[in-house]
């Protein structure tokens, strides 16, 4: 009885949790659509967001790349198929490892970071202050973060997918013994127009979750020092499932027939 | 009293949870006037606050302020109403990311009111209302001592010239001089503004400064509300523990419990 019970609450837990995001996500959905737009507040987390994050998507994106040129090099010279490793490189990259790699680095940064500043706005009850101020919370604070992560987040892993395959090549030619030309011309014969806008898709959406989760948990944050700590954390553990779940749907939309 | 209250709350109740904060809060302010409400931490006078501002949504009662009732207004409408508050946070709640200069004309930039290059001539003169000088403008909030914040949150809650301003907790933390200051700037500005205003304090230093009336807050009621000056013979046990801040008394301390 009491472990139906148990069972009951969890779900209904689940499900309020679900309905409140859904709201939460529509509400500030309906404020990026609508103007005014806070263009000041737009760029700067655009730089804060897609040139601030460059040093870790890159340095993730090239020892990505070289490992898995390494990896695939191996495995293929099992049945004799090397001549393929540019190739698979290349899509793995830009379909997958780019944007989920990319995405989840910049979770960890991002959806920290927003979680911890917009709960300590709303911890000093500077959000409460923004709304006796003429100026709404989600058009001032959380439309520009979600507008700029959604924007930025597919030029990273465009920059990302670039440095990932060079990371490749360098080591190709380098070290297995590939010849230039001919790996790059590989990997532009295997790669196709929809390799990339797949991944490109992927990141957009997943720069809407990173920044998504970062407000949502920083807006409802309460309690002091401590509750903007438990934000941050869930903001990231959120995020991170999130892209690893929509990474699937959008596969399997783009992919599947 | 003829014509309608400033400010009327009529059985005004917030729960949360299972929590009762207000249990039907009645009170009148009138147009000009000064009510102070006293009361323990944690009794609820910064819910009641944030229920008139709708930072918090009461869920019983009515709310009307110049006999408009808030819960009838469109967002418009209502939007129009807030623009002419003016509130001073607990905790001063200045915005971390921005200058004192952009602090204290936040609501005028918002409100189109002012262009942003006389934002600054414009925040030096607010400033300067409060008694701080210029060289505080491109500060960080971070940098300035508590007192310093709260002239500076003193001033961005009057930039707008409102006609309606809410102090929550104006003297909390500030030593008795500095206290004094902001108790002698609140009763100034608010006379050249005109303003209608509720104050929340249990410093009863502020009561005595600012207060037309007074009233008290305990059990999520107003169990007393009069003129300043009958405060010392209220007859009311509640009231008198209160001022006098004498342990023993009707009202418990739930120091347990806490
Ligand atoms: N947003 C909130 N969620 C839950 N409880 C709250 C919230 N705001 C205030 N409370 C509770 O309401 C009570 C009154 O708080 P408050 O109005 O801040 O007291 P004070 O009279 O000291 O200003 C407190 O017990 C507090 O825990
Ligand atoms: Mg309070």
Redesign the interface.
């Known amino acids: 009885m009491n472990f139906l019970g148990m069972i009951g609450r969890v779900v209904l837990d689940f499900l309020a949790g679900a309905g409140r995001l859904g709201l939460f996500a529509f509400h500030a959905l309906s404020h990026c659509l609508r103007p005014p737009y806070y263009f000041r507040h737009i760029a700067s987390q655009a730089v804060n967001i897609g040139y601030y994050s460059l040093p870790v998507v890159g340095l993730t994106a090239v020892f990505t790349g070289a490992v898995l040129a390494l990896q695939i090099y191996e495995g293929s010279s099992r049945f004799n198929a090397e001549s393929a490793v540019a190739g698979i490189v290349v899509i793995g990259f830009v379909r997958e490892l780019g944007p989920v790699l990319g995405g989840l680095m910049v979770a960890g940064r991002v959806s920290a970071a927003m979680a911890a500043?917009i709960g300590?706005?709303r911890v000093?009850?500077?959000i409460?202050?923004l709304?006796?101020?003429?100026?709404d919370p989600f058009k001032f604070l959380i439309a520009p973060r979600l507008i700029a992560a959604t924007l930025m987040m597919p030029c990273l892993v465009l920059i990302a997918d670039i440095i990932g395959v060079s990371g490749s090549f360098v080591l190709s030619t380098n070290k297995l013994g590939f010849n230039p030309g001919s790996y790059l011309k590989t990997t532009f014969d295997y790669l196709e127009f929809d390799d990339v806008i797949s991944g490109l898709v992927k990141a957009g959406v997943f720069g809407f979750f990173i920044a998504l989760m970062g407000c949502y948990h920083g807006y409802n944050s309460k309690g002091g020092a401590q509750g903007v700590g438990v934000a941050t954390t869930n903001a990231v553990v959120s995020a991170s499932i999130l892209i690893l779940f929509s990474n699937y749907i959008v596969t399997e939309l783009f992919f599947s027939q | 009293m003829t014509g309608v209250a400033k400010i009327s709350l009529k059985g005004v109740k917030k729960s949360f949870g299972k929590k009762v904060v207000l249990d039907g809060v009645d009170l009148e302010v009138q147009k000009g006037e000064s009510v102070v409400v006293i009361g323990g931490s944690g009794s609820g006078k910064s819910v009641l606050i944030?229920c008139i501002?709708?930072?918090l949504k009461a869920d019983e009662g009515s709310i009307a302020v110049d006999g408009q009732d808030m819960a009838a207004l469109s967002r418009r409408q209502r939007?129009e109403v807030?623009?002419r508050?003016?509130?001073l946070?607990?905790?001063a709640?200045?915005?971390?990311?921005l200058p004192v200069w952009e602090n204290v004309t936040?609501?005028l930039l918002?409100?189109k009111r002012i262009r942003r290059r006389d934002a600054r001539d414009k925040a030096m003169e607010v400033l300067q209302r409060v008694g701080l000088g210029s060289d505080v403008a491109d500060l960080n909030p971070a940098e300035l001592s508590g007192g310093m914040q709260k002239r500076v949150g003193l001033a961005?809650a009057i930039a707008a010239s409102p006609d309606i301003i809410f102090f929550d907790e104006p003297t909390t933390g500030l030593d008795p001089i500095m206290a004094d200051v902001i108790n002698h700037l609140i009763v100034e500005r608010v006379k050249d503004l005109g303003a209608t205003t509720i104050t929340i304090t249990h410093d009863m230093a502020s009561v005595r400064k600012i207060a037309d009336r007074v009233a008290m807050l305990y059990k999520g009621r107003l169990i007393w509300v009069g003129v300043k000056d009958k405060i010392d013979r209220s007859g009311n046990p509640y009231v008198d523990q209160f001022i006098h801040g004498r342990a023993e008394g009707p009202i418990r301390m739930e120091v347990l419990k806490a």
Do not use: V
């Open positions: 500043e300590t706005m000093t009850e500077q409460d202050a709304s006796t101020l003429s100026t | 944030k501002l709708g930072i939007q807030l623009s508050f003016g509130m946070f607990q905790g709640a200045l915005f971390d990311s936040f609501g918002a409100q961005r």
